[in-house]
Structures are given as structure tokens and as C-alpha cells.
T-cell receptor, first 117, second 110 residues
Framework: GAVVSQHPSRVICKSGTSVKIECRSL??????MFWYRQFPKQSLMLMAT?????????EQGVEKDKFLINHASLTLSTLTVTSAHPEDSSFYIC?????????????FGPGTRLTVT | QQQVKQSPQSLIVQKGGISIINCAYE??????FPWYQQFPGKGPALLIA?????SEKKEGRFTISFNKSAKQFSLHIMDSQPGDSATYFC?????????FGAGTRLTVKP
């Protein structure tokens, strides 16, 4: 199956700093990638959808200036949490669509645990 | 607005038993219904998925039953094992729009 990686798996940063999370599709080219956020014992909440070479589409309530998404290539999307605060601490998960598969299928990365102190 | 409702919230099953998780959706435009398995600290992994043109799909011990008229679908795990203990999410999607259920925490007791 399609493989998606994320880096780093865990990151701790101080309040006010920025942190970048990378999402890569390893064995396919992903024209569309997605970023989700998951709080403990809760479901996945879509933050934004990014298409290669164009601006990301953010879900209602997600601050686009705080969560910067770049999808500069067909295998890499990045999420930068700017001026992080403790309430941004969460599990961030990316996913990607493999255009070789049927419509709708998404393959998820292993997630990144962000802790803001 | 919650577009996919999942139940139960938690489930405890004895080893060898059948685990059943149910989901209901509202938007008839959804055309892809996957189930994901998630272990603590890991990303969700696609378990099995179905499209609305079939009523059942089986892969090993996992079966999806799909009722288009009732807008419901369910996951059955036969011969449940302790290693199946995880959180399971149903989802419904159309194009790039995928909506998740709230999740079911399954515990299989040895």
C-alpha cells in the first residue's frame, strides 16, 4: 500500500516559537495532501487540504496565518505552526491521496506529537 | 454538524467473540466508506473500505455491511483477538471531503 511519512514524530517547543512538520509520500506522487489535528481520545479534525502548487484550503475556524501549509512538490507538504502556544499542543497527522487508487482513499502518516511549553 | 455518527463509544469483547461497530451518515453524496484502525500514538491505518454499489465486503476477519437505504454501515470483526484492541474510526467521503466518526475504543479481553 501507499506509504506516507512524517517528521518529526515528536517535538517540544517553547511558547512563541515556530515549528515545522514535514509530510512525505514515499512511493507515490500525491497531488492532494491533508492535515488533521487530533486531541486525546477524540476524532480527527480536518485542518486544511493542500494541492501541489496552489494555496491550501483551510477549514472554517482554522487560522491560516497560524498554520502555514506549503505543498511545493508532489511528494512533500509542510505544516508550520507559527508563534505556538500551549493550546496548540496536539497530535498532527497528515494524509495523502494516491491518484493511482480509487477516488476517496487517503493514506495517513504516523503523526507528530507537538508539545508547547 | 456531525455528518457521521458512530457507536458505541467503547466496546469490550472476549477473545474469540464478534465485535460490531455501527455508523450512520447523512449526506447521500458520500461514495466511499472506509474504516480505520488506530493504535495509541500512531496514525490511522486503512483497514477495509466499501463503495455504495455493494452491500458487503469481507477481508479476512473483517467485514463491512452497508445499507444504502438506511444510510448505515457497520464493521464486524470475527474471532476478535487482543491484538485488535485499538480505536476504530468509520468515515464517509466524496472527493477530497472525508468526514470521520467519533471513534470506538475496542478492548478485547484474553
Amino acid at each position: 500500500g501507499a506509504v506516507v511519512s512524517q517528521h518529526p514524530s515528536r517535538v517540544i517547543c517553547k511558547s512563541g516559537t515556530s515549528v515545522k512538520i514535514e509530510c512525505r509520500s514515499l512511493d507515490f506522487q500525491a497531488t492532494t495532501m491533508f492535515w488533521y489535528r487530533q486531541f486525546p481520545k477524540q476524532s480527527l479534525m480536518l485542518m486544511a487540504t493542500s494541492n501541489e502548487g496552489s494555496k491550501a484550503t483551510y477549514e472554517q475556524g482554522v487560522e491560516k496565518d497560524k498554520f502555514l501549509i506549503n505543498h511545493a512538490s508532489l511528494t512533500l507538504s509542510t505544516l508550520t505552526v507559527t508563534s505556538a502556544h500551549p493550546e496548540d499542543s496536539s497530535f498532527y497527522i497528515c494524509s495523502a491521496r494516491d491518484p493511482r487508487q480509487g477516488a476517496g482513499e487517503q493514506y495517513f502518516g504516523p503523526g507528530t506529537r507537538l508539545t508547547v511549553t | 454538524q456531525q455528518q457521521v455518527k458512530q457507536s458505541p463509544q467503547s466496546l469490550i469483547v472476549q477473545k474469540g467473540g464478534i465485535s460490531i461497530i455501527n455508523c450512520a451518515y447523512e449526506n447521500t453524496a458520500f461514495d466511499y466508506f472506509p474504516w480505520y484502525q488506530q493504535f495509541p500514538g500512531k496514525g490511522p491505518a486503512l483497514l477495509i473500505a466499501i463503495r455504495p454499489d455493494v452491500s458487503e465486503k469481507k477481508e479476512g476477519r473483517f467485514t463491512i455491511s452497508f445499507n444504502k437505504s438506511a444510510k448505515q454501515f457497520s464493521l464486524h470483526i470475527m474471532d476478535s483477538q487482543p491484538g485488535d484492541s485499538a480505536t476504530y474510526f468509520c468515515a464517509a467521503s466524496m472527493g477530497n471531503d472525508m468526514r470521520f466518526g467519533a471513534g470506538t475504543r475496542l478492548t478485547v479481553k484474553p
